[in-house]
């Protein structure tokens, strides 16, 4: 260990939560390496939505939601270049068990709770004014905005519900719509930003297409020692303490470490589709459903320029048979069988992109009909995460540590990457490990918010296209 306790960090996977934790503490003044073994950063499983009050989840305690809310406010002010600002519209089909009255003690929390952040600080006020957090629409309100012209760019809840209100078959649903305060997510805009402010932090060392292929620790010195490869190099780096962020395969990295950990890991996917006959500035709709059945949850969320991106949560869409593995006694990390493993580590078979981006446009056509003419519009948008525990609905976890110098983090989404960061940086303190320059720092990113948005636009635009999507993808929705 080096004199005073003063910390190089390692951090393997750079991901959004290894990324943000590399951020907070090359902001901080540590020293920090970052390998990531895809070609940049931020390329794992997908993210459109910020989950700002965990509407789309149902089944999932009030508590959970409450956090997603105060988490997603501060991702928000984290990654402000990220946002797409829409709101999402919840619905629930005749199909479905559910009543929307029930999901209306949640959302009454939520605005209260929403209101209370407010008010600790006046600069959460991110989702719009509190009375409108949310809004509930009767079938004769609907009837009445189908009837309207929606206004460019809209502006009020009701704007935003006109299109619907256009589109669906009031017949086909429960009571009464809800529209909410749930704004989305581009990961690309993420990578870019994140690269951008990593890049200009001495501090941070961000070794990208490196593979961590062993791990080991030094008792004499307490160190770790990190092997790589990058383009059949091999080198190896020593460090005071590991952040293993390596998503899916976190385990991988806990097993060269020797530490046992139950986890699960689960494979989905979502698709991209063209809607060429589009009309309106749409919101995001979810469509409520049991998850699994053929009418399970869908989702349609919007991009630029007719592109949209779907889920459902049928195993012939988003979910996938023995897409949901658990970790065993000999090993921390969970195996995928072949063919989602293929998925993920060569891609897909074009007959695949074709015959599920359908289902999953068929499967939000029965609820919005005009939808039927859309097409495949790019490759889908996959990957497998990681849920520590055993229980699969977890949407809120963060980090675990083993001893005073190995962290993992275990985040279910995006929202907790800063909690994380947050975390380990606690962590180091009380274990008495200092930054090499004390660095003052605030609670977000002064690297982040210096980038111009334009310079985010750019570079995302590049990153997507570089990644084989549509450069849509990466731009401002509104
Ligand atoms: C279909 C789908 C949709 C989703 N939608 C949302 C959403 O809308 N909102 C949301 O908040 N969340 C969503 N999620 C979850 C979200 O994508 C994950 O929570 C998030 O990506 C986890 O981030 P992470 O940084 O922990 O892991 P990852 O993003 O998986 O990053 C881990 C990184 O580690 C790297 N790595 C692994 N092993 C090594 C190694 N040995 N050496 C070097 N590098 C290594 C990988 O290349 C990867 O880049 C979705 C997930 C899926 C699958």
Request: glycine residues 8%; charged residues 25%.
């Amino acid at each position: 260990m080096c004199a005073e306790k003063r910390c190089r960090i390692g951090v393997v996977g750079g991901g959004v939560s290894g990324s943000t934790v590399a951020l907070k503490l090359a902001e901080m003044g540590y020293q920090v390496q970052l390998f990531e073994e895809g070609p940049s950063l931020v390329n794992g499983p997908p993210a459109c939505h910020l989950h700002a009050g965990g509407n789309l989840y149902r089944e999932i305690s009030d508590e959970q939601c409450l956090k997603l809310l105060q988490q997603s406010i501060d991702t928000y002010r984290l990654y402000p270049h990220a946002i797409n600002l829409r709101p999402t519209v919840i619905a629930v089909p005749k199909s479905d068990q559910g009543q929307t009255f029930n999901l209306l003690p949640r959302l009454q929390k939520l605005q209260k709770f929403y209101a209370e952040l407010v008010d600790r600080d006046p600069a959460n006020k991110l989702l719009g004014d509190v009375d409108q957090y949310y809004k509930v629409y009767s079938h004769e309100k609907m009837d009445e905005l189908a009837q309207k012209e929606q206004p460019d760019p809209p502006v009020t809840l009701d704007d935003w519900m006109i299109p619907v209100a256009k589109s669906v078959n009031l017949d086909d649903f429960k009571t009464d719509f809800i529209m909410v305060q749930e704004y989305g997510l581009s990961l690309f805009r993420a990578s870019a930003a994140i690269s951008l402010a990593l890049g200009s932090l001495d501090s941070c060392k961000v070794f990208t297409s490196t593979h961590v292929n062993s791990l080991q620790f030094d008792k004499d010195s307490k160190q770790w020692v990190i092997q790589t490869q990058s383009n059949g190099e091999k080198s190896s780096y020593e460090v005071d303490y590991l952040v293993n962020a390596c998503g899916y395969r976190t385990g991988t990295l806990d097993d060269y470490a020797g530490f046992k950990r139950q986890r699960m890991v689960e494979f989905k996917s979502a698709y991209i589709a063209r809607w060429p006959k589009f009309d309106g500035v749409w919101p995001e709709i979810i469509f409520h459903g049991v998850r699994g059945t053929s009418e399970g949850m869908g989702s349609l969320t919007p991009y630029c320029n007719g592109y949209f991106q779907l889920h459902g949560m049928t195993e012939d869409i988003t979910l996938f048979k023995g897409g949901l593995v658990s970790s065993c006694q000999s090993s921390s990390q969970p195996k995928l069988c072949n063919k989602l493993q293929g998925k993920l580590s060569t891609g897909w078979k074009q007959e695949d992109v074709i015959e599920r981006t359908k289902s999953a446009i068929d499967h939000i056509a029965r609820l919005v009909p005009s939808f039927a003419t859309a097409e495949v519009g790019g490759r889908p948008m996959y990957g497998a995460q990681q849920i520590p525990g055993t229980d699969p609905s977890l949407r809120i976890a963060d980090v675990s540590f083993e001893g005073d110098n190995y962290a993992r983090t275990e985040i279910v989404k995006w929202s907790s990457a800063l909690t994380v960061a947050n975390k380990i940086a606690d962590h180091l303190e009380s274990s008495g490990f200092q930054p090499f320059e004390q660095k003052v720092v605030g609670s977000y990113s002064d690297a982040i918010t210096a980038i111009p948005h334009e310079k985010v636009v750019e570079l995302a635009e590049k990153i997507a296209v570089e990644r084989n999507y549509p450069p849509e993808l990466a731009q401002d929705y509104l």
